[in-house]
């Protein structure tokens, strides 16, 4: 007879899920017994809270002390079906929103909250008690995705590829056919003018203008399928970056309806520049880096990925054995919420510095800084990581 006591291997917090707050300034971490919430730069522990309960998923609202909690975990704080509204100055339930299935995101900001669930996009009022002012009909949604501006709400159409653009002062609904399966990954740029889609396929990212809804851009990740984990917009709306579950992570140039490309403007620069004749001669320079096949990319009837626009830079990020199967959610732990992306999630600290950070028994979080060479060309490195839960 085997007396001896089983090991216990779920020793010390486990993360269920991490998210950034709107500026990427702070990011919340639900945990399987609480929350707690992190400084993003420096990366530093600002509170934490035990509920003695999972909480699968926790948005905050800016710096302020509201947050959203989900229950999640082995055993939930929280129904699932419900959004708590925590007011953690007071440390007590503000208000609740029920409903009759799971909730599988939030979104939020001072005026409005956005309930995602699987089917259905639910917009309320922020107050006391909260005023339901409307809800939008969706293709199956089980990543959750809505990106909220103080402009316009995006989020997925009735059919799966499109994006329903809602213009929050008029109620105005614009049809994009963002792409042929469904949506993966979404975000809005932070001056709100651009926006930026994924879908299943992983290979290309699709660039919007959210005035018109016209597609300005097509950016390649790669050829080969891939699950996007995390689409990101640099704070100047200058900049996007991208990761996957090929462990890598990829920068471009992003486009936009009201500043010229950065190739025009770094001509721009350099013929104003006192050595102006001299560098006007540099192919690095001349040429878009970011046009992967050179000369290739403008023969008649070459592939099409040959003339894509790729990143101008690219560093390879830690996912950890937790997820070798490909899946956004963590095998060793259950009642997380449906495909909630617990890997690789993006946050501009700076247009020159970013983060990502994952959940689960390795949760961590990695700094990685873009870099100009004196030949113009870019770059980009790790400067620094840790597991955050001390672990």
């Avoid at 006391?128 to 995006?154: I, Y």
């Avoid at 990101?232 to 709306?237: C, G, N």
């Amino acid at each position: 007879m085997n007396t001896r006591q089983a090991i216990d291997e779920s020793s010390g917090p486990v993360s269920l899920s991490a998210s950034f707050n709107n500026d990427s300034t702070c990011f919340s971490v639900g945990l399987d017994s609480g929350f707690c919430v992190f400084n993003a730069d420096p990366c530093e522990l600002k509170v934490s809270r035990d509920f003695n309960g999972g909480i699968g998923l926790a948005e905050m609202i800016g710096r302020t002390n509201y947050l959203a909690l989900i229950g999640g975990g082995k055993q939930p704080k929280f129904p699932q079906n419900k959004a708590i509204i925590w007011d953690d100055h007071k440390q007590t339930v503000l208000f609740t929103l029920e409903f009759r299935t799971q909730v599988c995101s939030v979104r939020l900001d001072r005026s409005r909250i956005v309930v995602v669930l699987l089917n259905s996009v639910h917009v309320y009022k922020f107050s006391v008690p909260p005023e339901k002012l409307s809800v939008f009909e969706t293709s199956d949604n089980p990543m959750g995705l809505a990106c909220l501006g103080s402009k316009v709400l995006a989020f997925p159409g009735r059919s799966p590829g499109q994006v329903q653009m809602v213009e929050l002062e008029t109620g105005n609904v614009s049809i994009i056919p963002a792409h042929g399966s469904p949506l993966r990954a979404m975000d809005l740029s932070p001056d709100g003018e651009v926006l930026a889609t994924a879908s299943e396929n992983g290979t290309l990212l699709r660039i919007f203008s959210t005035s018109n809804c016209v597609r300005m851009a097509e950016l390649r990740r790669g050829v080969d399928h891939a699950n996007i984990f995390s689409i990101a917009i640099s704070p100047s709306s200058s900049l996007i970056a991208v990761t996957s579950d090929k462990s890598t992570l990829h920068i471009f140039d992003l486009p936009h309806p009201h500043r010229p490309p950065r190739s025009e403007w770094a001509n721009r620069s350099r013929a104003n520049s006192p050595m102006g004749g001299s560098l006007a001669s540099n192919p690095v320079l001349d040429e878009n880096p970011s046009q992967k096949w050179g000369i290739l990319g403008k023969i008649p009837l070459m592939p099409r990925f040959f003339s894509d626009i790729y990143s101008f830079t690219s560093a390879h990020f830690e996912i950890g054995n937790e997820m070798s199967n490909g899946s956004s959610q963590l095998s060793s732990v259950s009642g997380v919420p449906l495909n909630r992306v617990v890997k690789g999630v993006i946050g501009w600290t700076s247009d020159e510095s970013l983060l990502i950070i994952g959940a689960g028994r390795d949760a961590r979080w990695e700094r990685f800084v873009l870099y100009e060479d004196e030949e113009g060309r870019r770059g980009c490195i790790r400067k620094g990581w840790k597991r955050y839960l001390g672990t």
